[in-house]
């Protein structure tokens, strides 16, 4: 059973940073797509940044230059580190992992609250 646990949200202030964690378990994250995404109240689901199977990143127009997604498949986590955070940064963020060649194999985990306020 394939699981994912994100850890790390929290309020900060603005400027502030947040560290976001999320575990696999059940499943190895190599050769897949792992990544964050997130969604404010009233909004859809939005992606923030993204490792692919072969290791390259992509970052949506907000978080580059301000978030960094990491990736250690030994231990099976990603991690997205939140610099100059903002009160628009405000959100769910959800963990999602997904394999390149499986279009079934496609999970999310339970999502972790970011509050940027001061």
């Known amino acids: 059973q394939v699981q994912l646990v994100e850890s790390g949200g929290g309020l900060v202030q603005p400027g502030g940073s947040l560290r976001l964690s999320c575990a696999a378990s059940?499943?190895?994250?190599?050769?897949?797509?792992t990544g964050w995404y997130r969604q404010a109240p009233g909004k859809q689901r939005e992606l923030v940044a993204t490792?692919?199977?072969?290791?390259?990143?992509n970052y949506s127009n907000s978080a580059k230059g301000r978030f960094t997604i990491s990736r250690d498949s030994a231990k099976g986590t990603v991690t997205l580190q939140m610099d100059s955070l903002k009160p628009e940064d405000t959100a769910v963020y959800y963990c999602n992992l997904r394999s390149p060649w499986r279009p079934d194999f496609d999970y999310w985990g339970q999502g972790t609250q970011v509050t940027v306020s001061s």
């Open positions: 059940g499943t190895s994250i190599s050769l897949k797509h």
């Open positions: 490792i692919s199977s072969g290791g390259t990143t």
